[in-house]
């Protein structure tokens, strides 16, 4: 594969991206910044995406939103059906949706290690199995999963999310293996604590400021921050770039 260069202001014009989890939060925020580079979306949420929907188009991209659960079979098979139907093809899938169920490693139940692993780690590798399928016919894409400083530190009360993320990671890297002979890049990003509204709540008050003291970088992220990378790994600017973790932690995890 030849080196081509790229848009050095990682335009994404022309490209189709299927973004999950885009009703809220980092989700949103990737939604909007590709469709403002160009990219037409499809808004994939459990939830009806309309903000996002609007705001995809107020750049004047096409949008289609999907309103699916993505831990069923079926759900996958009609993102890829419909997002094929509605563009033709897909070139950047942003795996986005994520839930967290804390509690210690003694009390979790089996139902919350269940959900998390059926949304945080069933749902991204089906959902790249399936994508990554159509982009070894159509001759490449990018596909991201959101993973989290958790898939590379112990955090207390986070036994199944940091497994579940660590999972994704592994499958990041299996499928970059895999399928960079097809022109597939396959990589990771793993936030700290994000401020979107849930990263609000859960981190409010004493608990969020302990958290902040153990931050070289002294403060949380935003959605637009990681928006921001992903966009990166995204474009023709990350074309050698695959099978890679990008940690953005505001140094926590070089302890």
């Known amino acids: 594969m030849e080196y081509k260069g790229f848009d050095k202001n990682f335009s994404l014009q022309g490209k189709v991206a299927v973004v999950t989890g885009a009703a809220q ?10 469709a ?21 188009k107020g750049f004047g991209r096409k949008a289609l939103s999907i309103t699916v659960d993505l831990t069923k ?15 033709g ?16 490693a003694e009390n979790i139940s089996e139902k919350a290690w269940d959900i998390t ?29 959101m993973a989290s400083q958790a898939s590379v530190v112990a955090l ?16 990041t890297k299996n499928l970059a293996l895999e399928w960079g002979q097809f022109n597939i890049n396959v990589n990771a990003i793993s936030p700290t604590v994000v401020l979107t509204e849930l990263g609000k709540k859960a981190w409010a008050g004493e608990v969020g400021e302990n958290m902040k003291k153990l931050i070289p970088g002294g403060r949380f992220g935003v959605p637009e921050e990681i928006a921001a990378i992903a966009l990166f790994l995204a474009s023709d600017a ?3 770039i695959t099978g ?3 940690v953005v932690d505001g140094g926590y995890t070089i302890k």
């Not at 939060?25 to 590709?34: K, N, S, V």
């Not at 419909?82 to 563009?87: I, P, R, V, Y």
């Open 156 to 171: 207390d009360n986070h036994v199944a999310y940091c497994a579940s993320k660590a999972a994704v990671v592994a499958v």
């Open 89 to 104: 093809r897909i070139d950047i899938l942003s795996n986005t949706a994520g839930v967290v169920h804390l509690d210690d």
């Open 238 to 240: 990350a074309n050698l």
């Open 117 to 145: 692993m059926a949304v945080n780690l069933k749902a991204v590798f089906l959902l790249s199995q399936a994508v990554g399928r159509e982009m070894i016919h159509s001759g490449g894409g990018k596909i991201i999963n």
């Open 36 to 56: 403002e580079k160009g990219a037409d979306i499809v808004l994939v949420d459990l939830h009806e995406p309309k903000e996002t929907e609007s705001v995809v």
């Open 73 to 87: 079979a079926e759900s996958i098979k009609s993102v890829v059906e419909g997002s094929l139907k509605a563009f």
């Open 25 to 34: 939060g980092i989700g949103r925020a990737i939604a909007e910044l590709f």
């Open 244 to 246: 890679e973790n990008l």
